[in-house]
């Protein structure tokens, strides 16, 4: 079974400060995909990234920034210079990959919500 | 318009009472997702969809029913409400080809179901 662990069940920061939101998981497939969505006030799921389990690289997206290591199961993600807009909860998810390279359902962590203050 | 779109966005319901909630892609994508989203359990899949007449059951499908008789439509039917199903519904689709990034899931915009 998989599952998906995101501890931060809440974090405020101050605006301007770097934030990182931990997501850990748990799967017995030797190929998947990780990803992070967004869900803003408004109430939609917004995707971020996805990552499959065969590229490590680490990828920066403006001021967002993704660590993937496969050693520690764990896919986290750095907002560098955070501001009031990022305010949101964050959801990690884990996804088996088909045979044909296809994700399937996905399996999401409990979300963090961030707060960015002024 | 192009996209993932679900109906009603708001609905209020008894218990005991039968509520179907609707969700359209136009984008011809196979798999077809529902989920709940509660506090503290992030979002779990009620049921999924495959292709046209294929379905079948995710973590939470007790009390539930799904269809897809053509591959854009995907209601999802709840028999007899419950408190219980009290939630924030939504719909997916995964992209796997064309316009859209291949293997990632689109969400609808959800439905906010209360129970009374």
């Known amino acids: 079974a998989q599952k998906v662990t995101q501890a931060q069940t809440e974090i405020s920061v101050v605006e301007k400060e770097d934030v990182t939101l931990d997501c850990v998981y748990e799967?017995?497939?030797?190929?998947?995909?990780l990803f992070w969505y967004k869900q803003p006030p408004s109430g939609e799921l917004v995707f971020l990234i996805r990552?499959?389990?065969?590229?490590?690289q680490n990828e920066i997206s403006g001021r967002y920034s993704w660590n993937f290591q496969k050693s520690t199961s764990s896919f986290n993600f750095t907002i560098t210079a955070s501001q009031v807009v990022d305010s949101a909860v964050y959801f990690c998810?884990?996804?088996?990959?088909?045979?044909?390279?296809?994700?399937?359902?996905?399996?999401f962590g409990s979300g963090t919500q961030l707060t960015v203050l002024p | 318009d192009a996209g993932i779109t679900q109906s009603p966005r708001y609905k209020i319901t008894e218990t005991g009472r039968q509520v179907t909630l609707m969700c359209h892609q136009t984008?011809?994508?196979?798999?077809m997702f529902w989920y709940r989203q509660d506090l503290g359990h992030g979002l779990r899949l009620i049921y999924y969809?495959?292709?046209?007449?294929?379905?079948d059951k995710g973590e939470v499908p007790d009390g539930y029913v799904v269809s897809r008789s053509k591959t854009e439509n995907f209601p999802l039917t709840l028999e007899s409400a419950t408190r219980s199903q009290t939630s924030v519904y939504f719909c997916?689709?995964?992209?796997?080809?064309?316009?859209?990034?291949?293997?990632?899931?689109?969400f609808g915009a959800g439905t906010r179901l209360s129970v009374l």
């Open positions: 998810a884990l996804s088996e990959m088909g045979s044909s390279g296809s994700a399937r359902q996905l399996t």
């Open positions: 799967t017995r497939d030797t190929t998947y995909y």
């Open positions: 990552r499959n389990s065969f590229d490590e």
């Open positions: 984008w011809s994508h196979s798999y």
């Open positions: 969809s495959a292709a046209a007449d294929i379905t």
């Open positions: 997916a689709s995964v992209g796997t080809s064309g316009a859209l990034a291949k293997n990632i899931q689109y």
